[in-house]
T-cell receptor
Framework: NAGVTQTPKFQVLKTGQSMTLQCAQD?????MYWYRQDPGMGLRLIYYSASEGTTDKGEVPNGYNVSRLNKREFSLRLESAAPSQTSVYFC?????????????FGPGTRLTVT | SQQGEEDPQALSIQEGENATMNCSYK?????LQWYRQNSGRGLVHLIL?????REKHSGRLRVTLDTSKKSSSLLITASRAADTASYFC????????????FGQGTRLTINP
């Protein structure tokens, strides 16, 4: 049981390049989330998927798109990377059916945009 | 804007002492959660307290919630070097989807 996995762990992009961050969970959770964390800050929600087939914007969605590919996988795409998107990106999942509201986090992807 | 404000931003104590961190929030909440983040790692859930609860314990952790003051505290008793980490509070609002809104965190250092 790997929990929440993210790939890649590190990535360097040039301004204007695109990339997709991958996230998968093996806990059969319904909800999945993408956050970014900037130095000295808490996490800010980019997008979330309350259940398979649905996605919604969070606090900072501009410049990103997401796809809930199936129940296990939730990807985050940067179409045209900007230096302001340099951050650490975390994916998380939540059961949501048992009344338990805690989220389980992946190890993060450290992205640098030059 | 972020919901929670944490205090202090950084705390350094000796091993064996107790550590207290505080969190304030702005809107009505469904529940409040505390997470730990070790340097360079993902967040780990510690404890959840619902809006109708006032105090909760889990091992060496004690969380209180005062909804009238919109504040919570996390107490770690008999601290250990392994408790060195950043601690974040996160709230879930009453209305809408179960989204977490995080505070900026308290960086705790336990000195041996």
């Amino acid at each position: 049981n790997a929990g929440v996995t993210q790939t890649p762990k590190f990535q360097v992009l040039k301004t204007g390049q695109s990339m997709t961050l991958q996230c998968a969970q093996d806990m059969n959770h319904n909800s999945m989330y993408w956050y970014r964390q900037d130095p000295g800050m808490g996490l800010r929600l980019i997008y979330y998927s309350a259940s398979e087939g649905t996605t919604d914007k969070g606090e900072v969605p501009n410049g990103y798109n997401v796809s809930r590919l199936n129940k296990r996988e939730f990807s985050l795409r940067l179409e045209s990377a900007a230096p302001s998107q340099t951050s650490v990106y975390f994916c998380a999942s939540r059961d949501g059916t048992s009344g338990r509201n805690e989220q389980y986090f992946g190890p993060g992807t450290r992205l640098t945009v030059t | 804007s972020q919901q929670g404000e944490e205090d202090p931003q950084a705390l350094s104590i000796q091993e064996g002492e107790n550590a207290t961190m505080n969190c304030s929030y702005k809107t009505s909440i469904n529940n409040l959660q505390w997470y730990r983040q070790n340097s360079g790692r993902g967040l780990v859930h510690l404890i959840l307290i619902r809006s109708n609860e006032r105090e909760k314990h889990s091992g060496r952790l004690r969380v209180t919630l005062d909804t009238s003051k919109k504040s919570s505290s996390l107490l770690i008793t008999a601290s250990r070097a392994a408790d060195t980490a950043s601690y974040f509070c996160a709230t879930t609002e009453v209305q809408g989807a179960q989204k977490l809104v995080f505070g900026q965190g308290t960086r705790l250092t336990i000195n041996p």
